[in-house]
């Protein structure tokens, strides 16, 4: 896919941009000289505070990639991003008052961090929610995730052998979907993971989708990936403009603006109510 529209104008629809970067894509001597500038206040004292140099290192990472990116996206330089927390945790950037150099105002995030990969996302006039897992977690634990899900998502996983891969995917392909999702809501682990449900394709993508009863958006694009083998990435964005023009991926530390690899977008998935059908 080439030539994606332009993010600006009013009412315009966003590209997606999403960027994966690994904690050994970054040298970890260069991570501590970036953290000492660009990282605010209260991140140098949260990345004080972790007990193990994995977490910290994890964390250093994430939040040096949030700020070189959302730099480039937005034309301000690295240690002047405001990043403010609602009451729940999201993190948003907040606009100087003469608004943003680069692209308009409207430009919102989401990061996710797990087991060395580090990934944001990023959009603007829209809101986003991502989440990346790998999938060699433990079969135990990701038992009682599923025993968080609806009746028909766990008669889906059902459907596969416990703890072989097969059953290992569906559980994490929908844990990463209901994360997403709630976290472009704002609202993390606050929302029930029963309280909405996903129908998915056996192989990948979104079929149908029960949104919870206080979800007033209307329509929503959901994407899956596998950016690498073993690693799953699920995104949400509000669609109420209709379908989005495209998705950007970016491997790596964003130095520069390199050369993403470019992902067409599927149609927006609307609230299908009660009575979902699991495929
Ligand atoms: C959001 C949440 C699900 C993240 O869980 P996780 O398994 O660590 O998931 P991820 O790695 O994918 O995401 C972590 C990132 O999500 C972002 N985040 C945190 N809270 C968020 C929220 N409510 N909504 C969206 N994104 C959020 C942050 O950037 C966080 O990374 P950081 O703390 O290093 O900045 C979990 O932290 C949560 O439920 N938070 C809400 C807690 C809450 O409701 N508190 C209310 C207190 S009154």
């Known amino acids: 896919m080439t030539g994606l529209p332009p993010d600006t104008g009013p009412g315009a629809s966003s590209t997606v941009k999403l960027w994966l970067c690994a904690n050994d894509d970054l040298p970890d001597a260069i991570a501590g000289v970036l953290a000492t500038h660009w990282l605010d206040g209260p991140e140098k004292e949260t990345a004080e505070r972790f007990m193990f140099e994995r977490d910290r290192r994890q964390y250093v990472v994430a939040h040096t990639m949030v700020r070189r990116a959302l730099a480039m996206e937005a034309g301000l330089v690295e240690p002047e991003l405001m990043i403010w927390r609602s009451p729940r945790g999201?993190?948003?950037?907040?606009?100087?008052?003469?608004?943003?150099?680069?692209?308009?105002?409207?430009?919102?995030?989401?990061?996710?961090?797990?087991?060395?990969?580090?990934?944001?996302?990023?959009?603007?006039?829209?809101?986003?929610?991502v989440d990346v897992e790998r999938l060699d977690r433990d079969a135990g634990s990701l038992g009682t995730i599923a025993r968080a899900y609806s009746a028909g998502e766990q008669s889906w996983i059902g459907r596969t052998r416990v703890a072989s891969e097969a059953w290992k995917r569906r559980v994490l392909r929908l844990w990463t979907l209901k994360e997403a999702y709630s976290k472009a809501r704002g609202l993390g682990l606050g929302l029930d993971f029963d309280s909405f449900a996903f129908t998915l394709a056996d192989e990948q993508g979104v079929l149908?989708?029960?949104?919870?009863?206080?979800?007033?958006?209307?329509?929503?694009?959901?994407?899956?990936l596998e950016p690498l083998p073993g690693v799953l990435v699920a995104v949400a964005v509000q669609a109420d403009g209709g379908r989005l023009p495209g998705l950007q991926l970016f491997h790596g530390f964003p130095w520069k603006r390199t050369e993403p690899q470019l992902l067409s977008l599927p149609e927006p998935v609307r609230d299908s109510g009660n009575g979902l059908l699991i495929s």
Request: net charge negative.
């Open 208 to 224: 149908g989708f029960q949104a919870p009863a206080d979800d007033t958006a209307g329509a929503w694009t959901f994407v899956e």
């Open 90 to 129: 999201r993190p948003s950037l907040q606009y100087p008052a003469a608004g943003l150099p680069r692209g308009g105002p409207e430009l919102d995030f989401n990061l996710s961090h797990a087991s060395g990969y580090n990934l944001l996302g990023v959009v603007r006039h829209q809101r986003i929610g």
